[in-house]
């Protein structure tokens, strides 16, 4: 009986391994672990000095190949994420940012930036019903983001000052973030 639940427990074992190894179902399982720990990731504020962007001067464009200056977030609350559409922290995030988006949009201004193609973008957000806007980078974007690795997320308050900082998922749409944007307003 006891091996019998052994080679059960090797055999679910091995079908796990093999479906991770599997590029068509890896995808969806690492998205699926990530939207998982992205629940129990919730930021709070950053408790020591907060770093304040020494510069606005930063221009990114849309897919229609507008400019959008940077400089004209200045006195705003910003909420700016780092993202790509083959990133599987970054789609597990997703849905939670779009939610937080469609009932911040009017209040915040958004800034997701991508250094992808437009069409693969485009397609992403039509696939998933996202309806906010991304920009890729003209120039580069102020010293004090520091990104180097991806999904990266800053909330920046009206003074400028980076209130949260955060890589990997996360929860957006948290009554704790809500709560900080809140009080930002």
């Not at 590029?23 to 990731?41: C, E, V």
């Not at 780092?82 to 988006?101: N, R």
């Not at 009554?175 to 009080?183: F, L, M, P, Q, Y």
Request: hydrophobic share 40%.
């Amino acid at each position: 009986m006891l091996r019998k639940k052994i080679n059960l427990k090797n055999i679910i074992f091995l079908v796990v391994i093999a479906l991770l190894l599997i590029p068509q179902t890896r995808r969806p399982i690492t998205i699926f672990m990530h939207r998982g720990l992205a629940y129990l990731n919730s930021p709070s504020v950053i408790n020591d000095e907060q770093v304040t962007l020494s510069s606005y001067a930063w221009k990114l464009k849309n897919e229609h190949g507008e400019l959008f200056n940077f400089n004209q977030t200045k006195g705003k609350v910003v909420f700016i994420n780092f993202w790509a559409t083959w990133c599987p922290p970054c789609v597990a995030e997703m849905p939670e940012i779009q939610s937080l988006y469609k009932d911040y949009k009017d209040q915040i201004e958004f800034v997701f930036v991508s250094n992808e193609d437009h069409q693969v973008i485009n397609a992403f957000l039509d696939k998933h019903g996202y309806t906010f806007k991304v920009h890729s980078p003209i120039t580069m974007y102020p010293k004090e983001f520091d990104v180097s690795s991806i999904p990266r997320t800053f909330l920046i308050d009206k003074d400028g000052r980076i209130v949260l900082d955060k890589t990997g998922a996360v929860n957006w749409n948290s009554d704790t973030v809500r709560d900080i944007i809140n009080g930002l307003l």
